[in-house]
T-cell receptor, first 111, second 114 residues
Framework: DTEVTQTPKHLVMGMTNKKSLKCEQH?????MYWYKQKAKKPPELMFV???????INESVPSRFSPECPNSSLLNLHLHALQPEDSALYLC??????????FGPGTRLTVL | AQSVTQLDSQVPVFEEAPVELRCNYS??????LFWYVQYPNQGLQLLLK??????LVKGINGFEAEFNKSQTSFHLRKPSVHISDTAEYFC????????????FGAGTRLTVKP
């Protein structure tokens, strides 16, 4: 298994909703990442988990809450989002310290 | 911290022509360098990477890149492009100290015309 999977592919939510994005990999990678990508822009790093511990938090608003239940799974919990949070959310993983492999992303629309 | 500059936001080219997408980086320490491709409504796919060793790196889909330390560049090349190469290309850098912290360039939109 050499891929990163993300669910759902698309998500539409209201500003008062609570939803979660899920990311999974079975490559034995020990670092997992969340990125946010707006249209026609590069991905922006949000969070990094290394060995299931949060190692980087790029000053992301608290309405985004990451969780790493185990080394294969990464969640991003969403609550009280704003329309400007609409974007493609990308998950990635890496074995150790170099190459990151990306999932297909979740297209989020906040109404 | 490290950073990347992609010098061209858009590169139009005719099918079967050669192409070069330019990337320059800035870092005070040794770096890892990457090129990723993103097709519409998809995630990022790794094209190639430079970690160490030979400065000429070959990747998938006929792409290659050359690491030039003196010019702090990592330009991507392909001798003959196809329509299917139309996509967004991102250069990225991470340094050997904060190697989980990868930074992307702004991207280059490659459009291959028939």
């Amino acid at each position: 298994d050499t891929e990163v999977t993300q669910t759902p592919k698309h998500l539409v939510m209201g500003m008062t909703n609570k939803k979660s994005l899920k990311c999974e990999q079975h490559m034995g990678h020990r670092a997992m990442y969340w990125y946010k990508q707006k249209a026609k822009k590069p991905p922006e790093l949000m969070f990094v988990y290394s060995y299931e511990k949060l190692s980087i938090n790029e000053s992301v608003p608290s309405r985004f809450s990451p969780e790493c239940p185990n080394s294969s799974l990464l969640n991003l919990h969403l609550h009280a989002l704003q329309p400007e949070d609409s974007a493609l959310y990308l998950c990635a993983s890496s074995l150790s310290s170099d190459t990151q492999y990306f999932g297909p992303g979740t297209r989020l629309t906040v109404l | 911290a490290q950073s990347v500059t992609q010098l061209d936001s858009q590169v139009p080219v005719f099918e079967e022509a050669p192409v070069e997408l330019r990337c320059n980086y800035s870092s005070s320490v040794s770096v890892y360098l990457f090129w990723y491709v993103q097709y519409p409504n998809q995630g990022l796919q790794l094209l190639l990477k430079y970690l160490s060793g030979s400065t000429l790196v070959k990747g998938i889909n006929g792409f290659e890149a050359e690491f030039n330390k003196s010019q702090t560049s990592f330009h991507l090349r392909k001798p003959s492009v196809h329509i299917s190469d139309t996509a967004e290309y991102f250069c990225a850098v991470s340094d050997l100290i904060n190697n989980n912290d990868m930074r992307f360039g702004a991207g280059t939109r490659l459009t291959v015309k028939p």
